[in-house]
């Protein structure tokens, strides 16, 4: 660094010397020198705020210190400081090393294992080719359309696709989105990919074969932002509403869609919405089934129309994207818009902080989960350019540019990939619409504004604001429009503006960064940046040269522009790294040239364009030499202008859209199908399945009958009870009637009951008014039947009004539970479901055996239906031979194996291990990591105490299993109460969050953890709000303790 090379050879000599340097020469730097305390300085300046940038300052003031002794303590512990910082950069830098090294290494071991698993040798034919679109789904770049250039290719695709009646769901949960007035700039959170989502909503909404378009979103009633926020529902207007070619329905057209969910108060960063996260899809889940049945109604003929696609944006959406993907059984896709092991080793590289505080400050973990989670479950990944694909996805375990052509090219040719899968990486860029614009028609050949007519009508408010700023507004300016962020490199271009003597003469400077009421009141980042940038306009005397105004509406942003046009200005761009870069183009679109970064999107954007300079970000003089450049060179400026507007349409809307909905139609439809219909309830039907069903539920019917409308009105469990005398009249004549005619249906209908959707049974599931869900892991078997038998007793009454019904979810395979009933005196008819292999399997308790006199002779009947919905990029045999490989690879130090398999405990969905030994296998995220690097995509989870193994579909879990049940069955999940331990299998996590509510059993029955839960990714804190009034607390596990959980919850009275 300039200013501090002085000290770089006795800095080598320290670095060198390392913790070897001498005791007593380490003393002497640190102890008393008069009344000034080294010590005291060293905490205070050293240790707490070391800033490489103002080392050559802080030599400087030490240097102007008139005690000699005073100036040389400084100095030594200045070369302290900037040894502290060094070591800790080297040390930060070299644990990334060797993660990188080990990475590779994995990577390429886990390439050679999944080469190895496919039986044919991999030929030239399989390297595959561009890397614009890797697909391993086999679709050729052949059959791509041409793009949309002009109005007679919009007509022709519009009428094309009139007929068809697309429902795309878009999920964006962070930030501030509506659809006028976007507060662009305003956080962090509220920047360029809140315009794009919106913007992409209205364009699908208005193109020809989508009938409706639902943008979901957080909803946001804090006093701290506009009311708008807060409305459930805003309708998107279309743009050119006048020229729609295509004819609108009732619901039809786009709308922004608000979900509540974490705090209703409180407008939060997205950094602290992982916790509630699985409440927004619970919410979601709601508000498309409801819209699915209205669509049904309207272009379904009353079938429900499902979502033809989900597209989650950014890490949380596609986290939340991913379950409801999972859920609906529809195809997902995902854009990434800023990645986060691309953001972790920038920040990494910067030495600032460590691994676990970046962690802290940005829960940086979770978030890559989430994109990891993404890449298993999306069929396409959506990106603005090539550099995304090439330099940032690569980074991730669940996507290999070089075994993805390899899956590719075996598709191609009709060869099995063994259960691998890789998701399609498609470039497409973001759109704009130009109908709006106004091109400056400006004079080439003068100097002055050009010789647009401003008598129309005045000028923009907006232009004053700016030009009040300049001595001279007439020059050309330069315009730079970005968030007060330090990856937006703002301090950089300043510098390079003030330290270029000719361009401060001949152009001046604009700044817009985002809107503020008063630097004390922003983000300390986003200020730090302002004070530096205004420290520099002070350091180089620009004032009268740089504008930086307080403020401005988005819908002025297009008039910036077009003042910027007007001075035969210039845009740019100088972000250390830019994803795609979407002011370029609306930049180019308003006649301007572009000077911007070389690192990212921009690349691929001046390639299309050609209207400008790209420059390293961090060379200062390459700035300021590309921008004088192009404000003293008038011919390379129209030239770049001529070429930007020129080229321009190929980043429209209709074109982006166009793309987007030719990569829609290549999925498999895919949406939830069931085997056989359930019959509604209010309907009549002489089967003897419909029967028995009505048998079953007679209870129900008739305490509803003797209590009229009383149960109505609450949602508490004693409100839908009688007396226990009404209660035990009922139950003896609905035990008469159930074995008669069960006696009838086992002759005729056993077998096919067994087959079928259970329809005889479970409609009684959308009936209860509360669902109780056991899903304790951290218990002996004794002590869950204890638990169970207390639930039952806690609710006595509401239990045998049939009001309630129960849920058993485990990780016990059926039979096992089967045993446990057995042994506890339960009888399976006292549970509604049951779920089986850690969510890999759904199992109702059967009515057509042969002689229900005998609990112990209750078959089961398992939803093949969910089984469908689960199936999903399940690796099947592939994935079981490389399991068997894996575990047999485990060995102790005596060469006995620690992992066997278990195929007793296996099924079709779920393949089960013995764990011998869990001291010596790697936790779950490194198991997953080798089966992501291999394209392997599953769910893997251990259970509590780490002896079991369980490899399920990445799409099922036992809380994707209750999302089931509400839509099969309309089992509500707000009506839901989930009881677990302290702690429980992997998934634990997974039924600690949603809009259930949840029981948490303390005491010393629950055994302790095994070793293995504790190597999490992030800390369980990161993604449960234990403070959520939904979760309730209680020591112990008796009846009383259930008891007063309940009433906590207000599902029980007092």
């Known amino acids: 660094m300039a200013g501090n090379d002085w000290i770089n050879s006795y800095l080598e000599a320290i670095l060198d010397a390392g913790p070897a340097i001498d005791a007593d020469k380490s003393s002497l730097l640190l102890r008393e020198r008069g009344r000034f305390s080294p010590t005291r300085y060293f905490v205070e300046e050293v240790i707490t705020g070391f800033d490489e940038t103002d080392l050559h300052k802080t030599w400087v003031r030490a240097a102007a210190m008139r005690s000699p002794q005073e100036r040389n303590t400084r100095l030594e512990n200045m070369c302290w400081r900037i040894w502290n910082l060094a070591r800790k950069k080297k040390q930060i830098e070299g644990e990334e090393a060797l993660r990188v090294s080990k990475r590779r290494l994995e990577r390429e071991r886990g390439r050679r294992d999944a080469t190895a698993d496919m ?130 329905g009732e619901s039809s057209g786009a709308y922004i869609i608000r979900i509540p969910f974490g705090p209703r108060d409180r407008y939060i960063p997205k950094e602290h919405l992982w916790p509630h996260t699985q409440e927004f899809v619970d919410g979601a889940l709601g508000h498309i089934m409801q819209m699915s049945k209205v669509l049904g109604e309207q272009i379904g003929s009353g079938q429900p129309v499902w979502p033809d696609a989900i597209h989650g944006h950014y890490a949380d959406a596609g986290d939340s994207a991913a379950l409801l993907s999972g859920a609906l059984n529809v195809p997902m896709l995902f854009t990434g818009h800023s990645l986060g092991r691309d953001k972790l080793e920038q920040l990494l590289k910067q030495g600032r902080q460590t691994r676990d505080e970046i962690n802290a400050t940005y829960k940086i973990m979770r978030r890559i989960e989430a994109e990891e989670l993404s890449l298993d479950t999306s069929e396409i990944v959506i990106t603005s350019t090539r550099q995304e694909i090439e330099e940032q996805w690569n980074l991730y375990d669940g996507f290999d540019v070089i075994l993805a052509r390899k899956l590719r090219a075996r598709i191609k040719r009709g060869v099995s990939c063994y259960g691998r899968h890789m998701p399609r990486m498609i470039v497409i860029p973001p759109g704009m619409e130009f109908s709006h614009i106004v091109v400056p028609d400006v004079d080439m050949d003068g100097d002055g504004e050009g010789n647009e007519d401003t008598s129309v009508s005045p000028d923009p408010p907006i232009w004053s604001e700016i030009m009040r700023f300049f001595t001279n507004p007439r020059k050309p300016m330069i315009l730079a429009l970005a968030r007060a962020d330090p990856k937006k490199n703002i301090t950089t271009l300043v510098k390079a503006f003030g330290e270029c003597r000719p361009l401060r003469e001949l152009a001046n400077l604009t700044l817009i960064m985002g809107n503020r009421e008063a630097i004390d009141e922003m983000s300390t980042t986003n200020a730090a940046v302002l004070t530096a ?23 002025e942003v297009p008039d910036i522009y077009r003042l910027a046009a007007r001075t035969k200005g210039v845009f740019i761009n100088p972000a250390f790294i830019e994803p795609f870069g979407l002011t370029l183009i609306e930049a180019a679109a308003h006649g301007l040239p572009i000077v911007a970064t070389k690192n990212g999107g921009p690349v691929d954007i001046h390639r299309v364009l050609d209207n400008g300079i790209l420059v390293d970000p961090h060379d200062q003089n390459a700035i300021s030499d590309a921008l004088y450049k192009l404000v003293s060179d008038k011919q390379l400026w129209a030239r770049c202008r001529q070429n930007g507007l020129k080229n321009i349409h190929q980043f429209s809307w209709p074109e982006h859209c166009k793309s987007y909905l030719s990569r829609i139609a290549t999925l498999r439809a895919r949406h939830p199908q069931w085997r056989s219909e359930d019959v509604p309830e209010s309907s009549e039907s002489d089967s003897p399945g419909d029967s028995l069903r009505d048998i079953q539920d007679i209870s129900l019917n008739l305490k509803l009958s003797l209590d009229g409308e009383k149960a109505d009105g609450s949602g508490c469990l004693d409100t839908a009870v009688d007396s226990e ?296 804190e990161d993604v449960v709000a234990f403070d959520n009034s939904n979760i309730v607390q209680v020591e112990g596990c008796g009846t009383n303790d259930i008891k007063s959980a309940l009433q906590q919850l207000s599902v029980k009275k007092s």
């Open 119 to 248: 039986s044919e040798d991999l030929s030239e034919g399989e390297k595959g080719d561009n890397t614009g679109d890797l697909s391993a789904h086999g679709d050729s770049t052949r059959g791509r359309m041409l793009r949309i250039s002009s109005v007679d290719a919009i007509e022709a695709w519009a009428s094309q696709h009139k007929d068809k009646k697309l429902y795309i769901v878009l999920i964006s949960i962070h930030g501030l989105i509506r659809g006028e007035n976007m507060e662009l700039g305003r956080d962090s959170d509220t920047g360029g990919q809140v315009k794009y989502v919106v913007e992409l909503a209205r364009a699908l909404g208005s193109t020809p074969g989508v009938y409706r378009v639902d943008l979901l979103t957080r909803q946001i009633s804090a006093p701290d932002v506009d009311w708008s926020y807060g409305e459930p529902t805003e309708m998107l207007t279309p743009r050119n509403s006048e020229n729609l070619i295509h004819e609108m």
């Open 533 to 555: 940038i205004l420290k520099l306009i002070d350091k180089y005397d620009l004032y009268g040269q740089v504008a930086y105004p307080k403020h401005h509406k988005q819908y």
């Open 725 to 1020: 005398e009404n209660s035990a009249n009922l139950e003896g004549v609905v035990s008469k009637l159930t074995k008669g005619v069960l006696r009838a249906t086992r002759k005729d209908g056993s077998e096919k009951a067994d087959q079928g959707s259970n329809s005889n049974n479970l409609p009684i599931l959308r009936r209860r008014k509360h669902i109780f869900v056991i899903a304790v892991d951290s218990v002996s078997k004794e002590d869950l039947i204890e638990i169970i038998k207390n639930t039952f007793e806690a609710s006595h009454r509401e239990r045998f009004s049939g009001s309630i019904g129960f849920i058993l979810s485990t990780s016990l395979t059926i039979s096992e539970i089967h045993h446990i009933l057995i042994s506890g005196g339960i009888l399976a008819t006292d549970f509604d479901a049951f779920i089986c292999n850690s969510g890999s399997d759904l199992y109702y308790p059967s009515s057509s055996s042969e002689d229900l006199l005998s609990p112990s002779e209750l078959p089961f009947t398992v939803d093949l239906d969910y089984h469908s919905q689960i199936e999903y990029r399940w690796g099947g045999e592939g994935l079981r031979k490389t399991l068997v490989r894996w575990a047999g690879e485990r060995k102790g130090d005596n060469e006995e194996q620690v992992v066997i398999e278990d195929e007793e405990r296996s099924s079709t969905y779920c393949f089960a291990f013995k764990v011998l030994n869990p001291q010596l296998v790697p936790p779950v995220k490194e198991l997953r990591k080798s089966m992501r690097i291999q394209a392997l995509r599953c769910r893997v989870l251990y259970s509590h105490d780490g002896s079991k193994l369980h490899v399920i579909p990445v799409l099922a879990s036992r809380s994707q299993a209750l999302r089931y049940l509400y839509i099969r069955w309309g089992a509500e999940l707000s009506n839901m109460v989930v009881l677990v331990g302290e702690s429980g299998d992997t998934d634990y996590e997974g039924l600690l969050r949603g809009v259930h509510k949840t029981i948490i059993l303390k005491g010393a029955f629950n055994n302790a953890p095994s070793q293995l839960h504790a190597a999490r990714s992030y800390p369980l």
